[in-house]
């Protein structure tokens, strides 16, 4: 009778694994569709989405499934199965799947990732000041922008490190010289590359920078853009709220779109806050490797298909 029960059991398990490894496989094709649309359409066919067993849902139903194959193998074992080869064949088969185990749970025990971000300034925002208020009565005064960068990413690298694991490293600070002339973010940044010569990879003080991130006080027509396949952004930084646009922009790198909810992803500035929602919490953590493989080999945009862009635009 408990034999019966047993099966019955681990019949229901297994069916009840499939149905739900097949919706989150079909949720993970929609997702990744849907985050195909946002890249530019130049762009699209360099991207290289995550495959399913590579998230961290797919990693949970790799695990599941072990767990399953082992509770079949026991199964066997101990059932009253008297042919002997049977029983070997599956006592060999453990051995060998503990012993991937062992070696896929070492393989995944390193939950931290760093990456090394090259921090770049134009010459208004090194000689420039942002007001900040200042205890007692909270006045705002001037201090040195580059100063107050600095506060602003060692925030958003104690967020992104207690709650994702991802250790941001800067490289502070180098100097390019913006175009007085321009006045769109996305050219600015595109100014910046080239005067950095900036690429993924680029190897500054013997370390591989995975992203660059520029600070400019030059006037523009956002208070910032992201190029995830650039491996780049560009954050505004004339007043206090430099340190949301860079939360906002960086979460551009990890594969975040705009969300309506209360969120540093919101483009609305009453909206945005210094924190991410749940939603883009979890996404960020789903993509936290994101910026180890090197970026899609895009093409320039020509100015036809500049319409996509605007994605990243946050004003
Ligand atoms: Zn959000
Ligand atoms: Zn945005």
């Known amino acids: 009778m408990v034999r019966k029960i047993f099966v019955v059991f681990l019949i229901a398990a297994t069916v009840v694994y499939a149905i739900a490894l097949y919706s989150a496989q079909v949720q993970h094709e929609r997702w990744c569709n849907e985050e195909l ?12 989405p995550l495959s399913f067993w590579e998230t961290e849902t797919g990693k949970k139903f790799f695990f599941g499934g072990l767990c399953l194959i082992w509770v079949y193998a026991i199964a066997i074992i101990l059932s009253g199965v008297k042919d002997k080869s049977l029983k ?6 453990l051995v060998i799947l503990l012993a991937t185990s062992i070696v896929h749970v070492l393989a ?3 939950p931290d990732v760093t990456y090394d971000v090259l921090v770049v300034q134009d010459e208004e925002f090194a000689s420039g000041t942002i007001l900040v208020p200042a205890p007692p009565i909270y006045f705002p005064v001037p201090v040195d922008a580059n100063t107050v960068a600095e506060w602003a990413m060692e925030d958003v690298n104690e967020t992104y490190y207690t709650e994702y694991g991802i250790q941001l490293r800067f490289h502070y600070w180098y100097s390019f010289h913006s175009d007085d002339n321009l006045y769109s973010c996305y050219d600015i940044l595109m100014d910046a ?3 950095i010569g900036w690429y993924w990879g680029k190897e500054v003080d013997g370390d591989t920078m995975e992203l660059m991130v520029v600070f400019t ?16 952004l560009i954050v505004a930084g004339v007043n206090i709220d430099l340190e949301k646009y860079l939360l906002h922009e960086l ?30 919490s979890d996404k960020i953590k789903e993509n936290k490797y994101v910026l180890i493989p090197p970026p899609p080999l895009a093409p ?16």
């Open 37 to 48: 649309q946002s890249y530019p359409v130049e762009v699209r066919p360099y991207v290289e």
């Open 217 to 232: 006080q030059q006037k523009m027509d956002g208070r910032g853009l992201s190029l995830p396949w650039k491996r780049a």
């Open 251 to 280: 979460g551009h790198q990890f594969g975040l779109e705009h969300c309506s909810r209360s969120c540093a992803m919101n483009p609305d500035p009453l909206m945005t806050t210094s924190y991410y929602c749940l939603s883009c």
């Open 88 to 93: 070997v064949f599956t006592s060999a088969f």
């Open 108 to 110: 995944s025990s390193q």
């Open 300 to 315: 320039r945009p020509k100015s036809g298909g500049k319409r996509g862009l605007m994605l990243y635009m946050c004003y």
């Open 193 to 195: 590359i080239s005067e």
